[in-house]
């Protein structure tokens, strides 16, 4: 029996580089995988949309398909711009089977990806000890998004930085983190002489040019990439789709 399609779910931008990003991302995946049929789908701006994707596969005899949202959290667009566009699409192809895999984080592979990037922007493991780290992500009114990217905060500062601080790109909201510049000086004010900035973001774009100038502005020692197509998360990505799979195999094995 055929393995279902990968469908991967962007957001989407008006920013060119975003859907450069996606795109080098799932040829990553292709790579890894090669008998895995991989396709892109995006919410907005970008071309095809999710549901073209979807009829697209339909009319091509897919049998079942794995619909991967492309977030780092779970907030609205997990919870309920995907689950909708699915759904709508389920209603209007009812022989191809949709299921939707989890987010990506939290994981340990993001993590990995994340040091990856500081690595590349001239920290070093011995440098952890005397560098603040601003953990900067687009941010959420969602309490549970805001939940997590403190919890991966907490658990960076426990990995030998000297102080970890979550931020946002996006406006604080109650309950929420300040914006990256605010969080720069902040550990400054506290007696960090060395930060680096970290965005928790996938691809460039709008959001993580505005935590790149915000370091700029506070004057960070360190600006990382965006995760980007590492090859950590195109494991990652390989890993929520086989969990989503878990369930048909054990049917298939009953």
Not at 82 to 96: F, G, K, M, S, Y
Not at 129 to 150: K, R, Y
Not at 202 to 207: D, K, N, S, T, V
Request: net charge positive; hydrophobic share 45%.
């Amino acid at each position: 029996m055929a393995s279902p399609v990968l469908l991967v779910i962007a957001h989407g931008s008006r920013d060119p580089r975003h859907a450069a990003t996606v795109h080098a991302l799932t040829a990553r995946v292709r790579a890894l995988r090669p008998g895995l049929r991989v396709e892109t789908g995006f919410l907005e701006f970008n071309a095809p949309s999710v549901p073209r994707v979807l009829e697209r596969l339909a009319g091509q005899g897919a049998g079942e398909v794995v619909a991967l949202p492309l977030l780092l959290t779970r907030a609205f667009h997990a919870k309920t711009d995907i689950p909708a566009v699915l759904h709508e699409a389920q209603t209007r192809l009812p022989r191809l089977r949709i299921r939707q895999a989890e987010v990506l984080g939290p994981s340990p592979l993001l993590n990995s990806a994340l040091e990856r990037r500081l690595h590349e922007a001239g920290v070093s493991p011995g440098d952890r000890s005397s560098t603040g780290l601003v953990l900067a992500s687009a941010g959420s009114t969602d309490p549970e998004a805001i939940a997590v990217i403190a919890e991966i905060a907490r658990e960076l500062r426990h990995t030998g930085w000297c102080a970890v601080r979550p931020a946002f790109a996006s406006a604080a909201s109650p309950g929420g983190h300040p914006p990256a510049e605010d969080a720069v000086r902040a550990l400054r004010a506290s007696g960090v002489r060395r930060v680096a900035v970290a965005p928790y973001v996938i691809a460039p774009g709008r959001l993580p040019d505005r935590i790149a100038a915000g370091a700029r502005e506070a004057e960070a020692d360190v600006l990382a990439d965006v995760l980007g197509p590492s090859r950590e998360l195109a494991r990652l990505l390989l890993r929520r789709y086989d969990e989503a799979c878990v369930p048909r195999v054990a049917a298939l094995t009953a």
